[in-house]
């Protein structure tokens, strides 16, 4: 089977871009071949690069300050046509919510190939950055959805919201772990490895510390918490842009 991947991609990280590569990589493992096309963010990074036997395809993206990222899919999808002649894809799998899947949907129109969405982030009902943007990808979200041939949603949440934006099938799917990388450890011994007490009760957060992940509030949810149980500790693991911030938050 042939794979045309629409998505963010190494060397960035995050959910979606992790999930991106574990998915082509363990597609070229079982035998297919699989072609990623994403934005050239970084003109430094090659516009072709293989990756684990994944072809990555870094596209240089025209950018409109006022529509934002619906402005990129014009090249993405031209690169998709183009490989598309002489990969004849047998599907066509975007991951993201809003310029990924337009060129998935324009492509699937075009090609008449199936298109698999997966919507692995929060922003289907926020996160626009004026009243314009809103109202134009909102539309271009109802239609992307209402067409897709499957939606995929890595929450409940998230498919809820893609049922109000009028998708028509959609399968719930977390994200999975890779067992030889996460196993389980002896509990007490852990604990006396990172100076925690047998009886003390840790709150873990592993994610990018970056506003809409919503620590702020975690953080002010322990501090509360803090007046009436000292036996409560906050474990946050991740880097970002307010890592320094919420440093300073603990520090005052």
Request: charged share 20%.
């Amino acid at each position: 089977m042939n794979v045309a991947i629409i998505s963010n991609y190494y060397p960035y990280i995050g959910g979606a871009e992790i999930f991106a590569q574990e998915i082509a990589q363990r597609l070229v493992r079982d035998g297919h071949r699989v072609d990623v096309i994403t934005g050239r963010w970084d003109r430094n990074l090659p516009q072709l690069e293989v990756i684990n036997g994944v072809s990555v395809y870094r596209i240089n993206l025209l950018k409109f300050r006022r529509l934002g990222s619906i402005a990129y899919p014009p090249p993405m999808l031209w690169r998709l046509l183009l490989l598309n002649r002489a990969n004849h894809y047998d599907l066509i799998h975007s991951i993201g919510e809003i310029a990924a899947c337009e060129v998935g949907t324009i492509g699937k129109k075009l090609m008449q190939r199936p298109h698999l969405m997966t919507l692995q982030g929060g922003y289907l009902t926020k996160g626009f950055r004026n009243r314009l943007t809103e109202i134009v990808v909102s539309e271009f979200l109802k239609w992307n959805l209402r067409n897709a041939d499957v939606v995929h949603a890595i929450s409940q949440k998230l498919a809820q919201n893609a049922g109000r934006f009028r998708a028509k099938r959609v399968v719930v799917i977390p994200n999975g772990v890779d067992g030889s990388t996460f196993k389980s450890m002896d509990k007490k011994k852990l604990r006396e490895q990172y100076g925690f007490s047998i009886d003390a009760k840790i709150v873990v957060s592993v994610a990018r510390l970056v506003p809409v992940k919503g620590l702020d509030y975690l953080i002010k949810a322990v501090s509360l918490l803090l007046q009436t149980d000292n036996k409560i500790n906050l474990l946050i693991i991740g880097d970002g842009s307010r890592e320094l911030s919420w440093k300073n938050s603990f520090l005052s």
